[in-house]
Structures are given as C-alpha cells and as structure tokens.
C-alpha cells in the first residue's frame, strides 16, 4: 500500500514563505504524476500543481509565479515552495499520485495558515 507523507505546513504572516514535502513509500517512478492539492473550509478541494513524470508542470492560476512544485527522484519526496503567500492561501494541503494502473492515493494533509 503506498503512503504518502505530507509535512512543512504552518502558520506564516502575509508575504511569506513555506516549503511543503511529500514523502512517498515508494519510488515516485511508478505514479504517472504527483500534485498538491488544497481544501479551505466551506470550499471544494482544488488542484495546486502538479509535475506528471516527464517532469511537466501545471499549476492554478491562482498561484502561478509564487509556487513551484519539484520532485527529488532520490529521495521519492515531492515539494510544493510556496512564496509570496497571502491569507487566501489558507488550506489543508493535501498530497496526491496517480499511478499507472488508474489507483489514486492521498495523504493525510498539512494545516497551511498565512495570517494578514
């Protein structure tokens, strides 16, 4: 069963910064994409960014310029960097991958808040 462990949340004032890791159990080679997604209260979750595994990037437009996700092979973590954060950025961060046979896996999620 794959795990995947998010940690790096918090709590940051406005214009700050947060680097979110996603820890896999095992290799990240065998998830055709990797993403982080977030869940405010009240609101749907919503896709953050994404890297699929030849390495393109997809992010909302909401957060496109500040946020950069990447992936470290290696150490099969995948990181979401977070800049210029604003108070609407305030979630639940959640990790997910989608492997090749269509199974989808979520981990338990990181607490973000960026107070104004």
């Known amino acids: 069963q794959v795990q995947l462990v998010e940690s790096g949340g918090g709590l940051v004032q406005a214009g700050g910064s947060l680097r979110l890791s996603c820890a896999a159990s095992g290799s990240i080679f065998s998830f055709s994409a990797m993403g982080w997604y977030r869940q405010a209260p009240g609101k749907q979750r919503e896709l953050v960014a994404a890297i699929v595994s030849g390495g393109s990037t997809n992010y909302a437009r909401s957060v496109k310029g500040r946020f950069t996700i990447s992936r470290d092979n290696a150490k099969n973590t995948v990181y979401l960097q977070m800049n210029s954060l604003k108070p609407e950025d305030t979630a639940v961060y959640y990790c997910?991958?989608?492997?090749?046979?269509?199974?989808?896996?979520w981990g338990q999620g990181t607490q973000v808040t960026v107070s104004s």
């Open positions: 997910n991958a989608d492997a090749y046979d269509l199974n989808t896996f």
